[in-house]
């Protein structure tokens, strides 16, 4: 069973500071996604990562994937209140369609 | 516009009295799939279809139907709700290996 852990599960960071999401699963993937979802809305789509060693950045979001150790990341660069949010990774599972996904990572980011 | 649409998005009902939660894409993706959510639990797998009749258990597919007549719909069906299965549902669909486009979710309330 492909299990995914996500951590920290809550995060409350300053303004203007830097972290790091970590998203490790158990079984081989190539596929691995990221989701953000505000409070009381959908998920919504922020990276797709297919092969090992990619590496996606948008804004003050990078994703990257190592496929060999199990791992992918979330870092965020000078957090912004904006980012506030709940940041989900998901691993590609069977038949090259189904996801499981990790708890979620809760952030909120302070002044 | 590209969109995942679900009916109702809330919902109160009692124990027993069958429902149905619809579910329609316009994207013509061939893979659909139902989530709940439960705080502390993340998104978990119920149901998903690679395409027309053909469907597969998730995670958590007790107590729960799905059928997939059309490539576009992906009802979920409560035959007998509990209030266990309280929680906020979303389907969600994709292509082959893309990233899964969410609707707008269901929050069911069983008393």
């Known amino acids: 069973e492909l299990k995914v852990e996500q951590n920290p599960l809550f995060l409350s960071m300053q303004e203007g500071k830097n972290y790091t999401i970590y998203c490790n699963y158990s079984?081989?993937?190539?596929?691995l996604y990221w989701y953000r979802q505000d409070p009381g809305k959908s998920l919504e789509s922020l990276f797709v990562?297919?092969?090992?060693?990619a590496v996606k950045q948008e804004g003050r979001l990078m994703a990257s994937l190592d496929t060999k150790a199990r791992l992918s990341t979330l870092h965020i660069t000078a957090a912004v209140h904006d980012l506030s949010a709940t940041y989900f990774c998901?691993?590609?599972?069977?038949?090259?369609?189904?996801?499981?996904f990790g708890k979620g990572t809760s952030l909120l980011v302070t002044p | 516009e590209a969109q995942v649409t679900q009916n109702p998005r809330y919902l109160i009902t009692v124990t027993g009295k069958k429902l149905t939660v619809t579910c329609s894409q316009n994207?013509?993706?061939?893979?659909m799939s139902w989530y709940r959510q439960d705080p502390g639990l993340g998104l978990r797998q119920i149901y998903y279809s690679m395409n027309v009749e053909v469907t597969d258990k998730g995670d958590v597919p007790e107590g729960y139907k799905v059928s997939r007549k059309e490539k576009r719909n992906f009802p979920l069906i409560l035959e007998s709700p509990s209030p266990n299965q309280t929680s906020l549902y979303f389907c969600?669909?994709?292509?082959?290996?893309?990233?899964?486009?969410f609707g707008e979710g269901s929050r069911l309330t069983v008393l």
């Open positions: 079984t081989t993937s190539d596929r």
């Open positions: 990562l297919l092969s090992n060693g």
């Open positions: 998901a691993v590609g599972g069977r038949a090259g369609y189904a996801l499981n």
């Open positions: 969600a669909s994709s292509r082959h290996q893309g990233e899964l486009f």
């Open positions: 994207m013509n993706h061939e893979y």
